[in-house]
């Protein structure tokens, strides 16, 4: 009896380790998410991620402001990280950020009935999917549609100088993480309902026809700003010009599935106006097709001429475009 006593209570000890182990590993989980979505400064997430010390830290800061050079490139100059290194870091950090703003979009759509632990281990399996795939996907996408309004294109994925269309995308996870209520989401799943499994190109004539009957309103009258890139919320709220029509097509349409491979917002030149224009590029199963908030139908590239495209731009990567002579974009 004493025997199998004891061996009852070693079978205890091994399932309370176990159990110990599994919750500090849950606990560890939630930590790094936590520090993801709460930190900004590159440096905290080195620190917090245990890739350098705070001596470390501070030495960059200083190297940083006495060489004014971006802190990203103080820690690699200064031999605390590697370019790989710091690449990955910001990368986790925006797919950490994308990921719990879907798991809070769908739980505000009702689509999250699991318990709190199950959810989030489906949220960290999400991250560890985004994290993997990132790459492979946009190696195989990126580069495999057609060129706009017969324009030459050229590629990169420094975005660096992008800021407003940075901020944007900053502010309106940040904007899905605080509101609990999911007012947004309920409100844009209820106009998309039942397109989720549409063809692209359906998808996208239905949201041209949502967010056009939104108000245009300039930016000058709107935000007391010249140029003011507004997220989908805002603009949902309070109307506004044309790249934010475009903006709020491409957040729908990502919503309802369509991957961001297939989705560009292009700046061009309308020639007829002589105006500069926004507009968002979707590349549907037959091609590329232009949603305008100047044009209530869905229109394929190839049948426009009176716009010049000046560049693209998607999450990914962004397109100058040129045709006979260079044209230098304003950012």
Known sequence: MRISGKGKIVRCINRTC????????????????????????????????????QTDL??????????????????????????????????????????????????????????????????SKKIT?????????KQKELE????????????SDDLKAFTKWESMFERFEQSLIQDKQGHFVKRLHSELEGFQSSSILKKAQKVNTIMNEKKYILDKNNWGKSDYWATPIEFMERGGDCE???IAKYMSLKALGVPESRLRLAIVQDERKDIPHAVLIVYA???????????????????????????????????????????????
């Open 285 to 331: 199963e037959n091609g590329p097709v232009v949603l305008d908030n100047q044009n209530e139908d869905v229109l394929a590239a190839d049948s426009i001429f009176h716009y010049r495209p000046i560049f693209s731009i998607n999450r990914d990567a962004w397109w100058l475009h040129t045709r006979e002579e260079t044209v230098i974009a304003s950012r």
């Open 58 to 123: 501070k030495k960059a800061v200083k190297h940083h402001k006495l060489e004014n050079i971006p802190i990203g490139q103080a820690f690699i100059e200064l031999g605390f990280v590697s370019k790989k290194l710091l690449t990955f870091v910001l990368l986790k950090q925006r797919c950490i950020r994308i990921a719990a703003a879907v798991f809070f979009m769908f739980a505000a759509m009702g689509h999250v009935n699991k318990s709190k632990a199950d959810s989030l281990k489906a949220l």
């Open 144 to 155: 495999v549609f057609p060129a706009l309004f017969g324009s030459s294109e050229k590629l």
């Open 18 to 53: 176990k159990n110990n182990d599994k919750y500090r590993n849950y606990k560890g989980i939630l930590t790094h998410i936590k520090d993801n979505l709460s930190r900004n400064k590159l440096g905290e997430l080195l620190v917090s991620g245990g890739h350098i010390s």
């Open 244 to 246: 934010d029509f475009a």
């Open 129 to 137: 999917v985004s994290l993997e795939l990132n790459n492979v996907v």
